[in-house]
């Protein structure tokens, strides 16, 4: 996907105990490695392969501030048993697993209740004003807005039913003052040329932005705030407990390292590590497909999100992103990448004339939770061990939030938020 360079060598763990130790390099750990910089402490990165090589490598590229409707909102409910009939629909889970997700299946039909989608919606929403503002800060002070466009989204519907179903979602947003356009024929036509005609009306959000390549995009925080000092282990973390005035972290090469505090931000491998500490955390996976085409396939002007069949395609400078969709099926299992043609497929449906060859596939590891907002708070173990993981689709677009809300954690700071409803316990 990205042709910048790799993961810097490995800085070497040496012989000092480490200030914050955060585990995971990708899009979320970064941004907490460049708020906690910011406060004057001493950052060390720890990540088992490269920086951003998991879902920051080829998600979407989405700084997407309106989306604050949890996934098991009743639109999606209602369509989720249709999806699943399909396997290479919009919602899939891999034979076999179905017995391993019940649970989780369980607790993301409680949250489509309608006083849960209502909590979580208001919480999302604090989130989304808190990420959004950090996010124009974090920009600035690593120098990356220029990696940014602020060209809009644009949702498509096909009919009138569809579109008619949107507007609830829509009212929500308005009370959390997003602005957004309906849109309809030359209008429509103006914002993407080239739509089939079964798409009749759409939803123009002028706030929504994308970053010009994800990897990109992360490979140059990781730059920028290695130049302020941040330090990046190439190892895999076993295990994290309390320790007598700090952290033990235990490497899978046997290797012991003490911090005053420690991060973790694993994304969807964090469960593995919350475990041991103490604290059963429902987090799955959403495996996630794309393909991305060169960038002369199709002059798409800014991402546009077919919302009744789960996927989004997005102009990057690397090319152009078709992807998205949700597949349960672990950690373990290899991708298939079916999942991946049959949404190009339905591009070509949906845009006459896109060009499909010289596409390159890829799967990626979203790290979700049945009520679709993330765990950033405190373990039950140590106040000194911080959890920042589990934002599903939303992990760019969050980012700079939860490492402002990680640092005031990590230093005592006053938080910019109510975080109870993102607590580790809100799961009992």
Not at 340 to 359: H, N, T, V
Request: net charge positive; with cysteine.
């Amino acid at each position: 996907m990205s042709n910048a360079a790799p993961m810097a060598p490995d800085d070497g763990p040496g012989h000092e105990p480490l200030d914050v130790a955060i585990i995971g390099a990708g899009i979320v750990g970064l941004a907490c490695a460049q708020k906690l910089l910011g406060a004057g402490r001493r950052v060390t990165l720890i990540e088992r392969h490269g920086v951003a090589e998991g879902a920051s490598f080829g998600n979407a590229g989405a700084l997407a501030f309106s989306d604050i409707l949890p996934l098991a909102s009743s639109g999606k409910i209602r369509q989720a048993p249709k999806w699943l009939m399909d396997p290479l629909g919009p919602l899939s889970i891999r034979p076999g697993y179905a017995l391993k997700i019940a649970p989780w299946l369980l607790r993301f039909w409680r949250a489509g209740w309608r006083d849960r989608i209502q909590r979580s919606i208001a919480a999302q929403g604090a989130m989304m004003q808190v990420a959004e503002r950090e996010m124009d800060v974090l920009l600035a002070e690593a120098g990356l807005a220029s990696m940014v466009r602020r060209d809009g989204s644009l949702e498509l519907y096909e009919g009138e039913a569809e579109f008619r179903a949107s507007l609830p979602g829509w009212q929500a947003r308005s009370a959390h003052g997003i602005g957004f356009e309906h849109v309809r024929g030359e209008r429509l036509a103006f914002l993407q040329p080239g739509l089939a005609p079964l798409f009749t009306a759409g939803t123009f959000v002028p706030g929504w932005r994308t970053v010009s390549d994800p990897h990109d995009f992360a490979l140059a925080l990781a730059a920028a705030i290695r130049a302020r000092g941040a330090c990046f282990l190439r190892r895999e973390v076993a295990g994290v407990a309390p320790t007598e005035g700090g952290v033990a972290i235990r490497l899978a090469d046997g290797q012991r390292l003490i911090a005053a505090a420690a991060v973790v931000a694993a994304g969807a491998w964090a469960s593995r590590l919350t475990e041991q500490i103490g604290d059963r955390i429902p987090l799955e996976t959403e495996r996630g497909y794309n393909t991305t085409l060169p960038p002369s396939a199709f002059d798409v002007r800014r991402q546009i999100i077919f919302g009744g069949h789960g996927f989004v395609i997005t102009p990057l400078t690397t090319g152009l992103r078709v992807g998205g969709a949700v597949e349960f099926g672990g950690l373990d299992l290899p991708p298939n990448f079916a999942r991946s043609a049959a949404m190009l497929r339905k591009a070509q449906r949906f845009l006459p004339g896109l060009r499909p060859e010289g596409g390159r596939q890829w799967m990626g590891f979203r790290p979700s939770l049945p009520d679709s907002l993330p765990v950033i708070g405190a373990s039950r173990a140590s106040p000194r061990i911080v959890y920042a993981f589990g934002h599903g689709h939303l992990g760019l677009t969050q980012s700079a939030g939860t490492g402002r809300l990680v640092r005031e954690l990590v230093c005592g700071e006053p938080s910019s938020m109510d975080l109870t409803p993102f607590s580790a316990t809100r799961f009992g």
